[in-house]
């Protein structure tokens, strides 16, 4: 059974760094891409990254500059940190499993197969 | 960025009808290599998470009911909900993972009318 759980703070401060981490369990962690996605009050989904098991990245450019996702194998643990935060960033921040498929040549990534819950991290001082 | 465009931004449909919820790629999401549409749709209800219905265009996940389905092609999908249930209302997205960089549609919000 494929679970993921989002955890950190509820409430950061304007300037400073979002942290969350997403603990998972079920499935191999090198089938897939471990990834954050981020609604708005009121708005819809936003892709913030992925990073595979290898430690590979790739963040949304308009996001890049600010973001950080790691992972932890040992622990089946991967982590957001977002810097210089704004009300902007207020949402409800979810992780998820991506899937990929590949070929003799490559592979590609997929869609978002499971999701956590999500937690709601409002930036206010 | 693949925009994604969804149409209509809300709907109201009577239990036991059908409806329908369009999506509009900016640019082709057909991948020609395998002749698969990089497309998925999410039903969303509040305080849950996003859950996958559709993907590869037309793939219903397993366990989703067989009155949801998805269809089209290239830039131009449509889910389809042959007999709405009062369990069907959420808001509704597609989403394109033809580029690694993914995008979603707006939503669409489905009431009963």
């Known amino acids: 059974q494929v679970q993921l759980q989002e955890s950190g703070p509820g409430l950061v401060k304007p300037s400073e760094t979002l942290s969350l981490t997403c603990t998972f369990s079920?499935?191999?962690?090198?089938?897939?891409?471990w990834s954050w996605i981020r609604q708005p009050p009121g708005k819809g989904l936003e892709w913030i990254g992925y990073i595979y098991y290898s430690g590979t990245t790739d963040y949304n450019p308009s996001l890049k500059s600010r973001v950080t996702i790691s992972i932890d194998t040992s622990k089946n643990q991967f982590s957001l940190k977002l810097t210089s935060v704004t009300a902007a960033d207020t949402a409800v921040y979810y992780c998820?499993?991506?899937?990929?498929?590949?070929?003799?040549?490559?592979?590609?990534?997929?869609?978002?197969?499971?999701w956590g819950q999500g937690t709601l991290v409002t930036v206010s001082s | 960025d693949i925009v994604m465009t969804q149409s209509p931004d809300s709907l109201a449909v009577s239990l036991g009808e059908r409806a329908t919820i369009n999506c509009k790629s900016s640019?082709?999401?057909?991948?020609?290599?395998?002749?698969?549409?990089?497309l998925a749709w999410y039903q969303h209800k509040p305080g849950q998470p996003p859950r996958l219905l559709i993907y590869?265009?037309?793939t219903r996940v397993s366990g989703v009911p067989d009155r949801f389905s998805g269809s089209g092609s290239g830039t131009d999908f449509t889910l389809t909900i042959s007999s709405l249930q009062a369990e069907d209302v959420a808001v509704y997205y597609c989403?394109?993972?033809?580029?690694?960089?993914?995008?979603f549609g707006q939503g669409t919000k489905l009431e009963i009318k």
């Open positions: 590869w265009a037309s």
């Open positions: 998820a499993r991506r899937t990929r498929s590949c070929s003799s040549l490559s592979c590609n990534l997929d869609y978002f197969d499971y």
């Open positions: 989403q394109q993972y033809f580029s690694p960089s993914v995008t």
């Open positions: 079920g499935g191999s962690i090198s089938d897939y891409y």
């Open positions: 640019q082709s999401v057909l991948d020609t290599s395998t002749n698969r549409n990089s």
